[in-house]
């Protein structure tokens, strides 16, 4: 192996860095037009949501000097205190933070506010590569499953305690990475049959849903007794057992969580996201407001400032999570697929780069980036244009808030780093 060199520039990826660019100019760009105002121009003015995330967009220059100052042994060795001082951040919210909005999220500093959830993913993201590229975890093992859950689900449990179970939704997008290196695929079937049993519940109820499901499972159940006579009883019996109960609680518990423990506008989002009722007006009123925008930009838009929902402030928080709303009435179905596409080639190129890591720890974090944006880009599109519930969850590089940004930044440039070095000496 090559020595590393000492020009901090030396062999990054400038595709991604390229790319990274674009997102960023573009969505300033549709922050502009979201929250413009008057015909005064402040640039560099905090009076302003456009003038602040110009200044946050300029600090992320000295924030990317920064990562790339340090070598990538530096982010493997110190993957574990980089983490644990993540949750202390998040720890520290419930006596130090400032409620906005009903969440404990935000850490105030005067001007600025910082929120914590944005950074640790980063971070998480580090541990689970550490976790998983010693070269004695085997994922396969029980015991090293649950390290993993742990790791992954800690910060999580902490952000819903705020609570923010938007931001908590994304620790998912680990079981991708997970999967990838070795997590068997039934987790992930499994998780996407409790969302259908889930969905299935509210839109049939849950006494319909008993009915068919164990009806089913006993169909089943009697085939496979029929195939494999007692030979297959003997051995299975007790997984047959489990699976009943199993889906029995998780019925019952839905039911009773979705009553009891939700509250009534987070019903009515999903039942009006499943059709059961329509409210335009109050709970619905976001989602509607942010399809119409979108629609009424066609194929090619009205153009850049010329959106006349976006200038009068129809959708609420248009600029944050809803700034893709603004690309489709100012850019249209064009502007909605380049973004798309240049998301998609992002994604697409740090997994090119992950497979083609010599060093594994680099490889399963490339995994974790990819990951994360991608539930990111998919959750944020998807609530817009009226596909999911409403969630707190920004678009990458584009909705405004310097947590944000810098997170995403701290996230994609720290892959940056490791992919530079990754035909050096660790």
């Known amino acids: 192996m090559r020595q590393e060199r000492n020009n901090i520039f030396a062999d990054i990826d400038?595709?991604?860095?390229?790319?990274?660019?674009?997102?960023?100019?573009?969505?300033?760009?549709?922050?502009?037009?979201?929250?413009?105002?008057?015909?005064?121009?402040?640039?560099?003015?905090?009076?302003?949501?456009?003038?602040?995330?110009?200044?946050?967009?300029?600090?992320?220059?000295?924030?990317?000097?920064?990562?790339?100052?340090?070598?990538?042994?530096?982010?493997?060795?110190?993957?574990?205190?980089?983490?644990?001082?993540?949750?202390?951040?998040?720890?520290?919210?419930?006596?130090?933070?400032k409620e906005i909005n009903g969440a404990k999220s935000w850490y105030n500093f005067g001007v600025l506010g910082l929120q914590p959830s944005e950074f640790v993913k980063a971070?998480?993201?580090?541990?689970?590569?550490?976790?998983?590229?010693?070269?004695?975890?085997?994922?396969?093992?029980?015991?090293?499953?649950?390290?993993?859950?742990?790791?992954?689900?800690?910060?999580?449990?902490?952000?819903?305690?705020?609570?923010?179970?938007?931001?908590?939704?994304?620790?998912?997008?680990?079981?991708?990475?997970?999967?990838?290196?070795?997590l068997t695929l039934n987790y992930i079937i499994f998780g996407s049959l409790l969302i259908l049993i889930f969905i299935l519940t509210i839109l049939f109820g849950v006494k319909s849903i008993s009915i068919v499901l164990f009806t089913l499972l006993t169909f089943a159940t009697a085939y496979f007794i029929y195939k494999g006579g007692k030979r297959f009883l003997r051995f299975n019996f007790l997984k047959i057992i489990v699976i009943y109960i199993v889906t029995g609680l998780f019925l019952f518990s839905t039911y009773y969580a979705y009553n009891n423990v939700f509250k009534q506008h987070h019903r009515d989002r999903f039942e009006i996201l499943l059709g059961i009722k329509k409210d335009n007006k109050n709970i619905g009123y976001n989602s509607y407001q942010s399809e119409l925008t979108i629609s009424s930009g066609g194929w090619t838009g009205k153009g850049f400032l010329k959106g006349d929902i976006t200038k009068g402030n129809f959708v609420p928080e248009q600029h944050t999570d809803y700034i893709f709303s603004?690309?489709?009435?100012?850019?249209?179905?064009?502007?909605?697929?380049?973004?798309?596409?240049?998301?998609?080639?992002?994604?697409?190129?740090?997994?090119?780069?992950?497979?083609?890591?010599?060093?594994?720890?680099?490889?399963?974090?490339?995994?974790?980036?990819?990951?994360?944006?991608?539930?990111?880009?998919?959750?944020?599109?998807?609530?817009?244009?009226?596909?999911?519930?409403?969630?707190?969850?920004?678009?990458?590089?584009?909705?405004?808030?310097?947590?944000?940004?810098?997170?995403?930044?701290?996230?994609?440039?720290?892959?940056i780093r490791l992919d530079a070095h990754k035909n050096y000496d660790w």
């Not at 609570?163 to 994304?170: F, N, T, V, W, Y």
Request: with cysteine; charged share 10%.
């Open 14 to 97: 400038w595709i991604l860095v390229i790319l990274f660019a674009i997102l960023i100019g573009f969505g300033w760009m549709n922050i502009y037009a979201a929250s413009k105002t008057s015909e005064d121009f402040e640039l560099l003015s905090f009076s302003t949501k456009y003038g602040k995330q110009f200044i946050f967009i300029c600090l992320t220059i000295p924030l990317i000097v920064f990562i790339l100052f340090f070598n990538s042994k530096f982010y493997e060795q110190f993957a574990s205190i980089f983490y644990i001082i993540s949750l202390i951040s998040l720890i520290g919210l419930f006596v130090f933070g």
């Open 123 to 182: 971070f998480t993201a580090l541990a689970v590569a550490k976790l998983l590229s010693d070269r004695q975890y085997n994922l396969k093992l029980i015991k090293n499953q649950i390290k993993a859950f742990i790791i992954i689900f800690l910060p999580a449990v902490l952000i819903t305690l705020q609570p923010d179970a938007g931001s908590a939704l994304i620790y998912l997008a680990f079981f991708f990475v997970l999967n990838r290196e070795g």
């Open 326 to 415: 603004t690309v489709g009435e100012e850019w249209g179905f064009l502007g909605c697929s380049i973004v798309i596409i240049l998301f998609t080639l992002m994604l697409f190129r740090i997994i090119y780069l992950a497979d083609t890591h010599t060093n594994k720890f680099g490889r399963i974090y490339g995994y974790g980036v990819a990951s994360i944006l991608f539930f990111h880009i998919i959750v944020n599109i998807g609530m817009v244009i009226g596909l999911l519930p409403t969630v707190g969850i920004p678009l990458p590089f584009f909705s405004y808030g310097g947590s944000s940004l810098w997170g995403f930044t701290i996230l994609l440039f720290i892959f």
